[in-house]
């Protein structure tokens, strides 16, 4: 529904078109994820599998969780074990999203680098350094010296992201 979610220790923002939605932040526990004063949410994933099957999965630790949208609850049965996972992913998570250019794909950021998860294998596909997905390119960049004058040269040029819009280089 393009609406963005943050977590924050135990509790959640949903902001939508840059403001955020009234009645938040809430409590994790409104989700129906435990009522631990140390539950760490690392990434949330919403994952469309079909029309009437929107899940988003919560991963804390070494388990996640699965959420119903349609039913607004948790789903029975979790949370479960990461063990499924491909082992590049069971932890540390930073973020996650669905592909916006893959069906069938997830992309799960850790550290400096983006796995590529096939969903339904729950595999990693591909793993890419963060600036290199994000396209980001080297610049020459002559250092300014401390005694003389400017630097003779700066060099930027326009990229093209693999989310397919073009950005200038900082």
Not at 3 to 13: L, M
Not at 52 to 60: D, E, L, M, N, P
């Amino acid at each position: 529904d393009g609406s963005i979610v943050f977590f924050k220790g135990t509790r959640h923002w949903v902001f939508t078109a840059f403001q955020l939605q009234d009645g938040y932040p809430k409590k994790l526990s409104s989700l129906g994820l435990p009522k631990s004063g140390t539950l760490k949410v690392e990434a949330a994933l919403n994952w469309k599998r079909a029309k009437r099957r929107r899940k988003t999965y919560f991963f804390v630790g070494d388990k996640y969780y699965r959420y119903d949208e349609e039913k607004n609850r948790m789903d029975r049965g979790y949370p479960k074990d990461m063990s499924i996972w491909d082992s590049a992913v069971k932890t540390g998570l930073d973020a996650a999203v669905e592909s916006p250019n893959r069906d069938r794909e997830s992309l799960l950021v850790k550290g400096n680098r983006v796995f590529t998860l096939h969903n339904y294998k729950v595999k990693v596909i591909e793993v890419t350094t963060l600036s290199e997905f994000l396209g980001c390119t080297q610049q020459e960049v002559n250092p300014a010296p401390i005694i003389g004058n400017a630097p003779s040269s700066f060099t930027s040029s326009r990229r093209k992201t693999k989310l397919g819009r073009d950005k200038k280089e900082p």
